[in-house]
């Protein structure tokens, strides 16, 4: 096992506050590309920038569009959680890790077990609609036809942030308050481009800040740990 990972497996296993923050390489293994990556979604091509599909002006203006890319990008069928989301609940059971706070909206880390899961960017599993917010199985918004619409003729959209859209203010105010009282930081399979999410480890105030991540991030300097391979591989020897 090579140092770093021998390291990390050492402060899990000498704490009982670990908190995991992550981004869409943590679901690459389980088959969703992730966004920056060379096949990432976002260097497809496809009618539009996906950046501005997944935006709110965009969603309000070409909602079909918007729902033609949500069904064949968004909407993968048959995905399972893989060895990093299963080890992260397990951690949890064992009474180690408190809190996963995710950037993802696969629902993948409920889906392996984990119970106390923070959706900084909400969820594809989740909709409502957007003029009188009344909640509805993300089942015909996933898999029907056309522009789902609400009894009051609102469009149905998916519970995710879109950009230009806040972040939930009590997710927010949850996640910082698990980043600032951990003993252990794991942060996983995210660039730690986008803000405001990535601006949450800054609240971190310990010395023992992992990241796992096959890519350099602006963050590499500041963690304790980096280690810049498959997570999968990793959490499977932690
Ligand atoms: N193991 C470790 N790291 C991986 C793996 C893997 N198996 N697969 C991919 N990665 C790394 C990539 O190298 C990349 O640095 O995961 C990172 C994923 O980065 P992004 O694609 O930018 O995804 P993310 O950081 O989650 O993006 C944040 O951007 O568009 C928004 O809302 C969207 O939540 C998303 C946010």
Redesign the pocket.
């Known amino acids: 096992m090579d140092q770093a990972i021998a390291q990390l497996k050492q402060w899990i296993a000498e704490s009982d506050n670990v908190v995991f923050f992550?981004?869409?390489?943590?679901s690459?293994?389980s088959g969703i590309p992730?966004?920056?990556?060379v096949d990432?979604l976002?260097h497809q091509k496809w009618k539009y920038p996906p950046?501005e599909i997944?935006s709110a002006t965009f969603f309000s203006r070409h909602p079909d569009e918007y729902y033609r890319f949500h069904r064949e990008k968004l909407v993968i069928d048959g995905v399972k959680p893989n060895r990093a989301h299963l080890r992260l609940a397990k951690l949890e059971q064992e009474g180690k890790l408190r809190a996963v706070i995710t950037?993802?909206?696969d629902g993948l880390h409920q889906a392996a077990g984990s119970k106390n899961v923070l959706e900084?960017?909400g969820s594809i599993l989740r909709a409502y609609c957007s003029r009188c917010r009344k909640p509805y199985s993300a089942e015909l918004m996933n898999h029907g036809e056309g522009v789902p619409r609400c009894d009051c003729g609102g469009v149905i959209r998916p519970d995710i942030?879109l950009?230009e859209e806040p972040l939930d203010e009590d997710v927010m105010m949850r996640a910082i308050h698990y980043i600032r009282a951990a003993d252990v930081l794991i942060i996983?399979?995210?660039?730690?481009?986008?803000y405001p999410?990535a601006g949450l480890i800054r609240y971190y105030r310990g010395e023992k800040l992992a990241l796992?991540?096959?890519?350099e991030?602006p963050y590499d300097s500041y963690a304790n740990l980096v280690i810049h391979?498959?997570?999968?591989d990793v959490f499977s020897q932690i």
């Open positions: 992550g981004g869409a390489g943590v690459t293994e992730d966004f920056r990556s990432g976002y950046e997944l950037q993802n909206i900084l960017h942030v950009y996983g399979g995210t660039s730690l481009n986008v999410a796992v991540n096959l890519s991030t391979q498959k997570i999968g």
